[in-house]
């Protein structure tokens, strides 16, 4: 049995060192606990939830599983949209380029200088 594949809505199966993250969506809440949701799209934090991970990639070399939250290098990613609506949004990487495993509870802020 193969525990690197994940049923998934996104067809898609990574080859070679790839890893296919669902990135999180930014959510913006008010004081009061109410979500704002507007039409534009704030930069992406690089952070995702991993849906597969290609089959050519050893086990042994891996320190993430599929459901794992990651933090991930920005770099020459793959941007993949799913459907006309564009509602959950996937990025494709090299295993190389997922840097930390995050617990639910961690928050990343980008800082620009």
């Known amino acids: 049995m193969n525990n690197h594949r994940t049923t998934s ?3 898609l199966n990574p080859a070679g060192t790839k890893v296919l993250i669902r990135l999180e969506q930014a959510e913006q809440k008010t004081a009061s606990g109410l979500i704002l949701v507007t039409k534009e799209e704030p930069e992406q934090q690089p952070i995702g939830i991993v849906e597969k991970i290609s089959a050519e990639i050893p086990k042994d070399r891996l320190c993430f599983k599929v459901g794992d939250r990651v933090l991930f290098e920005k770099g020459l990613n793959y941007d ?4 006309a609506e564009d509602t959950v949004k ?3 990487v090299s295993y190389y380029d997922v840097i930390a495993v995050l617990d639910e509870k961690t928050v990343i802020e980008t800082i620009n200088k």
Do not use: K
């Open 9 to 11: 809505s996104c067809g």
């Open 90 to 92: 996937y990025t494709l």
């Open 80 to 83: 993949i949209h799913e459907g």
